[in-house]
């Protein structure tokens, strides 16, 4: 293990979130659009004084958007937000789309701007597709943080990145290169076409595989999935199909390695063909125990959810504003440093395996 994985399995352990005392993934009206063109931009918002030393306000009303409310991983993060919640004498909900689609999430921001809610923590379909409405509510004084997938930064005040983008991607061409000695073609199963976190991932994926080592390693398609099981699902056996010399494939969304993982196991590519990516300990167990999967990756979803709802709190108190250089009190996750253009960053991804997976639960 890397020191950079140990570091991370001891936070997991420090959040108690594991077991086994060890390290147990409508509308606008007129007048709202005419006062989105005057809402904060990033800079304006973050130019406001914090006082680190403010109390959390009693009563916040938070909000989580998931791309899709029938996504596991998603449930997860954000049931894991609605419980830290509690701990600041809040309330939270989760709301949201049946659909990963770009505009999918635009009415549900519209509803809850009219509600009042306190903050907004969305996981965005499209970066830019949401920005409109999401400026609207920070006119009327609603605090926006971005979770696992970034909005454009002139229209949330915090992004929360459950691990460096750099770090995600090009460690994923890294575990896939040592399980298929750097050769052969290799294909990405990624979630929706505009979904940041993906795209951003695939870019530096990308990135790494023009590094010497990975000549001999060709990366042939990049298909989506759509966040959707039964379309992952089809388009493995697609790539499959169309790419007989087909190696390996990384795919870096929960829905799609499982599903993945499904084709793969009921056919003649399992031990053929590599499947990595981001999953679950829970969805990905029965395939690394049925040596489907050798390696895969994540960070803790419960901690992305729970330090979501802290940058929230603090947001709407006046702790913070966003700015490069505040720092955060996130309760039991410590503290954490508010980055570049308000980005804060949960850890290191965490590779799990047959020797650890039996170690995590969730």
Known sequence: MTHSSRRFASAVLATSFLALGLAACGGGTTKDSAQSSAAPSQSAASSAAA??????????????????????????????????????????KEVGPSDASASSQISYINTLTQQGQDAILIAANDANAVCGPLKQARAKGIKIVAYDSDASKDCRDIFINQASSEEVGRSQV???ADMIGHKGDIAILSATANATNQNTWIKFMKDELTKPEYKDMKLVKVAYGDDEDQKSFQQTQ????????????ISPTTVGISAGARYISGSKYKGKVVLTGLGTPNQMRQFVKDDTVQKFALWNPKDLGYLAAYAAAALSSGQITGAEGEVLKAGKLGERTIGKDGEIILGPPFTFEASNIDQFDF
Do not use: C, H, S
């Not at 697609?238 to 494939?249: H, R, S, T, V, W």
């Open 51 to 92: 006082d680190p030393n403010a109390p959390i306000k009693q009563g916040l009303k938070l909000a989580f958007l998931p791309k899709a409310i029938n996504n596991p991983y998603e449930t997860i993060v954000d049931n894991a937000g609605i419980e830290a919640a509690k701990e600041f004498g809040g309330t939270a």
């Open 174 to 176: 890294r575990l896939l």
């Open 238 to 249: 697609g790539l499959l199909q169309a790419y007989p010399n087909l190696k390996g494939i």
